[in-house]
């Protein structure tokens, strides 16, 4: 089940967006039963697994959840549901991009010049 979802006409991310006092944005949502953090700031934008993004940037996050410098914005803006759904678009077309094939014949002839493979 995809994390975006319709609700009154608008698009809803189950999630959270946070603004962060050093000029970044981040949102953690849920999508296709994954938790995921996407990353914007200084025109650049980027999506992680939630794990992996933690696993770098938590203590840090949680630091500056203390010191007052994140704010929880919600709903999720449009914009950023938008943003972030292409992001996700952009890495399923990377990732679903056809692999080179070596010709198998290729392969074969390699592997019967190795003594143990022939036949």
Same mark, same amino acid.
């Given at each position: 089940m995809n994390a975006i979802t319709e609700r009154n006409g608008m698009s809803v991310l189950n999630g959270n967006f946070l603004r962060l006092g050093t000029g970044r944005e981040i949102a953690i949502y849920f999508r296709d039963g994954m938790a995921w953090v996407a990353e914007f700031g200084k025109g650049h934008a980027q999506i992680h697994h939630a794990s992996a993004w933690l696993s $770098?940037?938590?203590?840090?996050? $949680?630091?500056a959840q203390r010191r007052g410098e994140v704010e929880i914005v919600s709903p999720t803006p449009v914009d950023i549901v938008a943003r972030i759904d292409g992001l996700h678009v952009a890495m399923d077309k990377k990732n679903d991009a056809p692999v080179i094939q070596r010709a198998p014949a290729k392969v074969t002839d390699a592997l019967a010049r190795w003594p143990h493979y022939a036949a």
């Open positions: $770098v940037y938590g203590r840090a996050f $949680v630091h």
